[in-house]
């Protein structure tokens, strides 16, 4: 089985070269605001360093000559076990924007997410990936009438879920980005919502483009006001299982599933299959909300097993730190069935645009089929912890 070079760059063998290469690219606000975590980044780094905790065990003497690496996700098959995370403000990385990652998805058949914080809107990017499967990633808020716009415009161009991103009841501290005084540059703006005054109008300290953050006021609970800002919005300290999980499920059903991005313990898995979600991605915000919590690799057995302990089986995704084709087949020999990645995709468009989208994806998917042969594994529902040994602390291997 011969290495893939239909796409290969020289200049770019690996996740770690465009890494290299995206920051050669990217002026220092944005490159800071994407690979930054929160405080001092240990779960940002330990997100990827926990994948070398795992060492494969493959199979020989099996005939692997015809590997099948595609996946159903979202009721629609897709190339490879592998989607584009929903990431914020694409256009600081390339003017394309979220539309060149749509159109690398849709060439490369990959699922790709959509951050509510898109720097183009939901429709366009749908226009761009055509009938490849979208999810909107959602920040329900406090105001829930502009939320509802969100759902109602993503049924209508035919997206297949929403993604309620549940580890952010506070921002996390983010230091470069309050350094860096980071803001939108003026000739971009929030797409999804530029039908009011956003980031890319005016003066910051006019009344018309000023956001307040929501607050307690020592009686009530006072909402957040003026444009929607991530900062001012994104935050929501009121959700709950019970108040919330039921209203949006009669927004989005029966056309958009309903998924919670963010379970991290077993205990909200099982809450999450009570209250009837259709799916659940573990994932800790890339390293940037609760420093010092688990490496989403390593919270990933207990929630699936959760899960798998429940009269009704839903789906367990996962992302954060993933960067080589064998982190993928490591996820699913834990129990996931399908990963996310999230800055390779910024890294590729930092890069080359939509070429470099299709040139992260493409390493990754052949990493992984590659890996899949040298196991002795041809189909992605064949892998399982058979195949993988964990290092301990003393550095001596076992079988899962």
Known sequence: MAYNRDITDLQCLSIEDLRVLAAQRMDKQTRDYYNEGSDSGSTLAENITAYQKYRIRPRVLRDISAIDTTVNVFGQNSCMPVGAASTAMHCLAHPDGEIATASACKKQDVVMG??????????????????????????????????????????????????LTVDTPVLGRRNLEIRNQFTLPKHLRIANFANRVDESSGDSDAKSTYSEAGYYDGEKRVWPRGPIRFHTHAANPTLTWEKDIEWLKEQCHPEMEVWVKGVMTGEDAVLACHYGVDGIIVSNHGGRQLNSSLATIDALPEVVAAVRSQEKRIPVHVDGGIRHGTDVFKALALGADFVWIGRPILWGLAYKGQEGVELALQLIRDEFKLCMGLAGITKVEDIGPDYLAKIDKNGFTARL
């Open 114 to 163: 959509l951050s509510s914080f898109a720097t183009q809107t939901l429709e366009d990017v749908k226009d761009a990936i055509g009938d490849t499967p979208m999810a909107l990633q959602l920040y329900l808020f406090e105001d829930r009438d502009h939320s509802v716009k969100l759902i109602k415009r993503a049924k209508a161009k035919g997206y297949k879920a929403v993604l």
